[in-house]
């Protein structure tokens, strides 16, 4: 089982949630759908500096276990290192540059579903022989080809889902998280699929393992009328809430809420970005202390593009998440992928954030939520405004802090 050395074993315990009650993470989503193809731990070795230097806190990186499919989404050999994003002597190059640079890794936590490597019970291939977690037919469920019980959660259709209903599953879980943790040397996590297993399993996992920082993957579809989607949105909220409520509170979550309303709000419908309670209509009007904005991932952009954020505004995306509560993710392909000046743009936001110290818990004031202009105070510290209506603050203590192409945000002196 190749262990990587060169990481205290001691490991100091985590203040679990101690990054979440700071709420001052900045994350950086560190590849796309096509990485596996370029020699990735190499790349981002090359680019630590730079990412550090602009601010992210947290680097999420690709799954790093041996997958069935180069992009580590079918894992197999949970232990073994080797994928196709590089080798793991080129992981553990990587992981140690971080940690001079002070980003924390976060691993892709991929553990709703293992592709088995022998033919088990009916036929299927849902015995786990030859390989670490030899596992059997019991820890496959039942739903899936298993002899396991059925599924605590939806199903990943076409590969036997892990059933985690079984103690000598959640042991053996348990145990690769701490190993990726304390040996390895991962930091924070993100559990992927969290839909398809039941939430208290999330928590029992962040509590064996003590990473830094937890978000979890819980995609549903929004509401819609029509095929256009619907101003109230407070339903597909409530589901992710719901979530972090049954994960302990331990866990953030992704905020597909706020990117569904964001990129139908920034074609003209900006009166969208105000619920009708007069605050933010993703879980970060609720609770922004878990929620996790973003823009695009892996899966709704890059070249998968299954609900991509339209293309030409996407800087008045970032000029939302980056000065608004909540803990903002940026997407690798809009701060690496494009011209420079986007990646420019990015971290003269970032910087205004941390200057002006916005976390995830700021106040925030809407002002205008109109079709075609929307503006917010936000911590009584920085004012903004997106789209193409005009708009400035008034007092003479605001001063011009930023701007571009249908945003502008402002700082007191």
Not at 7 to 22: C, H, L, S, W, Y
Not at 45 to 67: C, H, R, Y
Not at 106 to 116: F, K, L, S, T, Y
Not at 151 to 163: A, H, I, L, Q
Request: aromatic share 12%.
């Amino acid at each position: 089982m190749g262990y990587i050395h060169g990481f205290d074993e001691n490991v100091e315990q985590t203040d679990v949630g101690a990054a979440t009650r700071k709420g001052r993470e900045i994350l950086l989503q560190a590849f796309n759908w096509e990485s596996h193809k370029s020699d990735w731990w190499r790349n981002l070795e090359k680019k630590m500096s730079d990412i550090a230097k602009s601010g992210f806190t947290s680097a999420w990186l690709p799954p790093v276990s041996q997958s069935l499919s180069p992009e580590g989404y079918l894992p197999q050999d949970l232990y073994s290192l080797d994928s196709a994003y590089g080798s793991e002597d080129l992981l553990k190059d990587l992981l140690q540059k971080m940690k001079q640079h002070k980003v924390r890794p976060m691993a892709d936590i991929v553990i709703n579903h293992r592709v088995g490597t022998t033919k088990g019970h009916g036929g299927m291939y849902n015995r786990y022989d030859g390989i670490s977690l030899p596992w059997d037919e019991h820890a496959v469920t039942s739903c899936t080809g298993g002899l396991g019980n059925r599924s605590t959660g939806d199903n990943f259709d076409g590969v036997p889902n892990v059933d985690h209903t079984q103690s000598f599953v959640r042991k053996d879980i348990t145990e690769w998280l701490r190993w990726l943790r304390n040996k390895v040397g991962f930091q924070d996590f993100r559990f992927d699929f969290a839909k398809g297993y039941a939430a208290k399993y999330v928590k029992e996992y962040i509590e064996g393992a003590k990473p830094v920082f937890c978000i979890g993957e819980y995609w549903d579809s929004c509401n819609y009328d029509n095929g256009h989607l619907a101003y109230n949105q407070d339903s597909h909220r409530q589901q992710i809430i719901n979530w972090i409520d049954a994960a302990g509170q331990l866990a953030t979550a992704f905020d597909f809420t706020t990117k569904g309303i964001l990129q139908e709000a920034v074609k003209g419908e900006y009166w969208r970005l105000r619920d009708s309670q007069g605050k933010p209509p993703g879980v970060m009007g609720l609770w922004p202390s878990r929620s996790v904005t973003f823009l695009d991932n892996h899966d709704t952009g890059s070249t998968q593009a299954h609900w991509p954020f339209p293309e030409n505004h996407i800087m008045e995306g970032y000029a939302y998440i980056l000065t608004h509560p909540g803990t903002p993710a940026v997407f690798y392909d809009h701060f690496y992928g494009r011209e420079t000046s986007i990646h420019d743009q990015i971290v003269k936001l970032i910087d205004i954030r941390k200057q002006q110290d916005i976390h995830s818990r700021s106040s925030i004031k809407i002002l205008e939520a109109q079709p075609n202009l929307y503006s917010a105070i936000v911590g009584e510290k920085i004012s903004m405004k997106i789209g193409d209506g005009s708009w400035c603050p008034t007092g003479k203590e605001w001063k011009l802090a930023t701007s571009g192409h249908r945003y502008a945000v402002w700082q007191k002196e």
